[in-house]
């Protein structure tokens, strides 16, 4: 018989820009790998099923969501970025988590704007509760900032 799987649903933390599903699913794995083991790690079956719009579905065997939960929780980053996951559902079936992803409301209600900030020219993304991101233009690097409206009304 083939084992009973169990999907989660998890809100990605920025918004923008998603992780690589193949990134997601190494920083997954190393990271249920660390809190249990690797014996415990082939058991779960830890997997990316999509990764976009802010939300990712992730697979495990039933019986492991709580332990698979735990450790996404305890993910901080992704390739070199930090990240944070929030598990917001569980189901037996992707449909059904799909159908949430679609009744809740979106997330990314952003304002995009160039932006002069400390002798730097930014793109700011303004997000609802007074959360703005600034992306350094530039090609040879970027630098991401957290601020929040009245980190730029101070300056």
Same mark, same amino acid.
């Given at each position: 018989?083939?084992?009973?799987? *169990? ?9 923008? !820009?998603? !992780?690589?599903?193949? &990134?997601l699913y190494l920083a997954i794995l190393e990271s249920v790998t660390g809190l249990f083991g690797d014996a415990q790690a082939a058991r779960m079956m830890p997997g990316v099923m999509t990764c976009g719009a802010g939300y990712t579905l992730i697979r495990c065997? *039933? $019986? ?10 305890? =993910? #901080? @980053?992704?390739?070199?970025? *930090?990240?944070?996951? /929030? !598990?917001?559902?569980? @189901?037996? #079936? ?6 949430? %992803? ?7 209600? &952003? #304002? %995009? @704007? !160039?932006? /002069? ?8 993304? *303004?997000?609802? $509760? ?7 233009? $530039?090609?040879?690097?970027? &630098? +991401?900032?957290? =601020? #929040?409206?009245?980190? +730029? &009304?101070?300056?």
């Amino acid at each position: 018989m083939r084992a009973k799987k *169990r999907y989660i649903l998890a809100r990605i933390e920025p918004l923008q !820009p998603d !992780p690589d599903p193949k &990134e997601l699913y190494l920083a997954i794995l190393e990271s249920v790998t660390g809190l249990f083991g690797d014996a415990q790690a082939a058991r779960m079956m830890p997997g990316v099923m999509t990764c976009g719009a802010g939300y990712t579905l992730i697979r495990c065997v *039933r $019986g492991y969501e709580v332990q698979l939960r735990i450790a996404l929780l305890t =993910l #901080t @980053s992704v390739a070199e970025r *930090r990240i944070a996951l /929030h !598990p917001v559902a569980t @189901s037996g #079936t992707m449909l059904a988590l799909r159908r949430r %992803i679609a009744c809740m409301r979106p997330l990314c209600k &952003e #304002t %995009i @704007s !160039p932006l /002069h900030f400390r002798d730097r020219d930014y793109l700011a993304r *303004r997000y609802p $509760g007074q959360k703005v991101d600034l992306l350094e233009k $530039g090609i040879k690097r970027q &630098e +991401l900032l957290f =601020l #929040t409206q009245d980190d +730029l &009304e101070e300056t």
